[in-house]
């Protein structure tokens, strides 16, 4: 069980990463971390270290400049603080394979932030695992396409081009590979 102290001190950490992320303040970010890692569930990817995460962090600025959060809620279990909010911005850049589409998007996700104690007794933020429903997201990127318009047939087909040829990336081990809790019964 953890305690008070730890529970608020995990707290403030998470609320000053969201506000770091917002504000691009990608050395704040990492500095949460011992060793940065992302996995991004919805997509089966794993970005671990310093310099993936911040190709992780760039990537996703340059598709969305304006990226922002709306916290729902934050829970704490032993091992985590799981956040609930809304992520939002405008599709400005490429995402992966996808052209810009100029829409705005809404999506409402879930990060797992996972502790860890270290052998001195140090609390470390070892992992940010985050889920989303990436249909509702693509749905609000392409279908905010307005498909009456002719000139944006051949961005609609750029996009499904995109789409199909990211669905071929093969998920992180990490991700599949994993091993079933023995559960006391």
Not at 39 to 61: C, F, K, N, W
Not at 66 to 84: C, G, K, T, Y
């Amino acid at each position: 069980m953890i305690t008070d102290e730890i529970r608020k001190a995990r707290h403030k950490l998470v609320l000053d990463h969201f506000q770091d992320e917002v504000r691009q303040e990608w050395d704040d970010v990492l500095s949460t971390f011992p060793h940065p890692h992302y996995e991004l569930i919805p997509t089966m990817q794993v970005h671990d270290g310093d310099t993936a995460v911040r190709g992780y962090y760039h990537d996703s600025r340059v598709a969305f400049p304006d990226q922002d959060h709306e916290i729902i809620a934050l829970r704490h279990s032993d091992d985590a603080v799981i956040a609930e909010f809304w992520l939002l911005g405008t599709h400005r850049g490429p995402l992966g394979a996808i052209p810009p589409t100029g829409s705005r998007f809404r999506v409402r996700m879930t990060a797992y932030f996972i502790f860890d104690t270290d052998e001195d007794g140090d609390e470390n933020l070892v992992c940010e695992r985050i889920y989303f429903d990436s249909l509702t997201m693509l749905k609000q990127l392409i279908g905010g396409l307005n498909m009456r318009n002719p000139g944006n047939w051949l961005l609609a087909a750029r996009c499904l081009k995109g789409l199909l040829a990211m669905s071929g990336d093969k998920p992180h081990p990490t991700l599949v590979d994993t091993t079933p809790p023995a559960f006391a019964g």
